[in-house]
Structures are given as C-alpha cells and as structure tokens.
C-alpha cells in the first residue's frame, strides 16, 4: 500500500469532474486500499480520488475509525429542503475549518468495492460528508460557499500550512521530489 499526495486548495486539478467507474480492476482496487490509508494518516474521515488527482467516481470514508467504506459512482438525492450547518474541514484545504449548510437528510445510491448495490437514506456526519465529497467528484470545494474574504484568507493560511509541512520534510502534492 502506498500513501498518496493530496492536491492543496487552490490547485487547478482540483476543479476536474470526476468521470464514472467502468470495472472494478485490479488497479481501481489498488487505488481504493491506497486511498483508505492516506485518509487515515491524514487523519480525516472521507476522502474524494479528485483530491488524489485521479478523477474518477470514488469516494472512502470511515466515520467510526477501522471500517472503512467505499462509493463508487454514487448519486447523493437531498430528501428534505432543511438544511443544517457544520463545521467542515477539508484534507485539501489544511487547518481551515468553517460551516456548511447542507441538506439535512440525502439519500445515497452507489456501488461498494464488491459491486454490491448501496441504497441507504442518510443524516448526521454521513449526510455532510457525503455532500463534502460528492461536491469533490464536481470540483467544488467547501470554501466555494464561503465569503470571498474567507477564501483569500483560507489561500494564505494554505500556502502558510504547506512551507511549514515542507521545512518540516514532510511530501505535499506541490512539491514532488525532484
Ligand atoms: O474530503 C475531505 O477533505 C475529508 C474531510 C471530510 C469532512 C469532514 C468534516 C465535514 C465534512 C467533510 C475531513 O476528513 S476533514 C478532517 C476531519 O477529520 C474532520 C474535520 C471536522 C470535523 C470532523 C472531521
Ligand atoms: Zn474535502
């Protein structure tokens, strides 16, 4: 297994649609093992394959620590109009915490890792992060929501995070080595 570099806010390639899974392969596979253990050493509970620059219909998530789920070309259907806010955070977007209005209530249609057909009417955490990620997949990133002061301020407090990870030696997606 490998830990990947996650793209930082405001890369371009983050702004990619994502494109439908066609076939579960070997290497989608790969990819899906590698993706659930870069989100726990980010130690986040979901992340998109957009944020580790592969723009296909993916998303792991693991709200409870060691079970980790997997969607794959999932549709994500608001079922009521209320909506609810909460402090999201982003992989991509480091140390930049803000609130979100989302739907309270989604209802989630996908596929899992085996092919198995997921259908599951969600709330709480699953509902945010699943619209955190779903937007992802769209090229929409949770600071979109937020003021244009906000959004300046969340690129330079960014950029601060990335030169203090790269003094500390650590591999961010804009520094590859050389
Ligand atoms: O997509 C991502 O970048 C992962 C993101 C998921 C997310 C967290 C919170 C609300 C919406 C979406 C994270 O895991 S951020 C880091 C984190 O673990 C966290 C932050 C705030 C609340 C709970 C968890
Ligand atoms: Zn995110």
Do not use: W
Request: aromatic share 4%; glycine share 4%.
């Amino acid at each position: 297994m490998a830990l990947l570099p996650i793209l930082n806010y405001p890369d371009p390639r983050l702004r990619t649609i994502a494109k439908p899974v066609k076939e579960v392969t070997a290497e989608i596979k790969t990819l899906i093992a590698d993706m659930i253990e870069t989100m726990y050493d980010a130690q986040g509970i979901g992340l998109a394959a957009s944020q580790v620059d592969r723009h296909i219909q993916l998303i792991v998530m693991d709200l409870s620590e060691n079970s980790p789920r997997v969607f794959i070309n999932p549709k994500v259907t608001p079922l009521v109009e209320e909506k609810q806010p909460y402090e999201e955070g982003c992989l991509s977007v480091p140390e930049v915490y803000d609130s979100v209005e989302r739907p309270k209530k989604v209802r989630i249609e996908a596929l899992d890792e085996h092919g198995k057909k997921i259908d599951e009417e969600v709330e709480g955490l699953l509902a945010v992060c699943i619209q955190h990620e779903m937007d992802h997949l769209n090229g929409v990133i949770f600071v979109d929501y937020l003021s244009r002061l906000k959004q300046s301020r969340a690129r330079d407090k960014v950029r601060k995070v990335i030169k203090i990870r790269e003094k500390q030696g650590e591999q961010t997606a804009d520094k590859q080595p050389q």
